[in-house]
């Protein structure tokens, strides 16, 4: 099957329910074993991906659905595991129950397609198997755990964000954002348009008063998949800034639709993952 006549990857956590969901049942569409050396021997400490005393075998995995958020829109990949349970048949070890686990690194997603590939590393019961089709074959059933340490921190740095675009409006500053930058190693919000140096001092203690009572109100977050001219009246009645039609959910559609996220009063279209509430960034300071 060529990659254009793949159908596009589920994405659970688009949903207002699948956005806290960490776990779903999937099937096997493609597994593909990275030979290349420097691949294979790949380990990332920051993902606490180990080494033993085998060969590690790096995988790439396409399913039909996934509950891992791929990286994109500002938000770093999701990471876990995928798991296949089966049976061995072979000589030593007639029907034996195995599990194969490949731990999930790297999460990305063809923007063309929708085609998301999970990256990561073999790590039970299959050190000594290059065999694509053995390791997880295709149309079996695996089950996707998100780490949800992980995804809680990024869901609530990707809110954070969020939650200072409504602090701006409640400071009557409607500027256009430009860019949300929601990595751990220094979040922060791009805006076009500028403050007056001598206003910015004044400014930014009242966009900290306001941004800290968002999150004093416990502001429910709501997700909703829209039309595209309901998601153009919503995001856009007050200001124009957004550009819908860069967030519609494919051209090849025929009836196209935008995902908004609204946090702390502000709606705006989001393919990222959030927390339930403003209040549960209280301890985030």
């Known amino acids: 099957m060529s990659t254009t006549d793949k159908e596009a990857t589920e994405l659970i956590h688009l949903s207002y329910d699948g ?20 691949s294979t021997n790949k380990i990332d400490e920051n993902k606490n991906v180990e080494k033993d005393s085998g060969d590690v075998i790096r995988v790439e995995l396409q399913l039909d659905k996934t509950s891992m958020h791929p990286q994109g829109g500002g938000q770093p990949t999701d990471v876990g595991i995928i798991t296949l ?14 599990t194969t686990v490949a731990k999930i690194d790297k999460v990305t997603i063809d923007r063309s397609t ?10 039970t019961n299959a050190k000594n198997n290059n065999n694509d089709a053995e390791l997880f074959p295709p149309n079996s059933s695996v089950k996707v ?27 009557n500053k409607l500027l256009p954002p430009t860019k949300g930058y929601h990595f751990l190693d220094g979040p922060y919000v791009e805006y076009k348009g500028s403050i007056d140096v001598a206003d910015r001092e004044e400014f930014l203690v009242q966009l900290k008063e306001a941004y800290q009572q968002l999150i004093n109100d416990d502001i429910d977050t709501q997700i909703q998949t829209l039309s595209v001219d309901e998601a153009e009246s919503l995001c856009n009645r007050v200001a124009k800034n957004f550009n819908i039609q860069d967030f519609t959910s494919s051209s090849n559609d025929e009836n196209p639709t935008v995902r908004v996220v609204t946090v702390a009063g502000w709606n705006c279209p989001c393919g990222g993952t959030h927390v339930k509430s403003t209040g549960l960034l209280k301890e985030r300071g």
């Not at 956005?19 to 420097?38: G, M």
């Not at 929708?114 to 790590?123: A, M, Q, Y």
């Open 114 to 123: 929708g085609i998301v590939t999970h990256s990561g590393t073999v790590l």
């Open 145 to 171: 755990n998100v780490d949800a340490s992980t995804r809680t921190l990024l869901s609530e740095c990707h809110t954070a964000g969020h939650v200072v675009d409504a602090a701006m409006a409640k400071c």
């Open 19 to 38: 956005n806290f969901q960490l776990e779903t049942d999937a099937r096997v569409i493609l597994c593909k074993v990275i030979n290349d050396e420097s």
């Open 85 to 98: 349970q089966h049976h061995s048949t072979d000589d030593d070890n007639d029907n034996k129950h195995c």
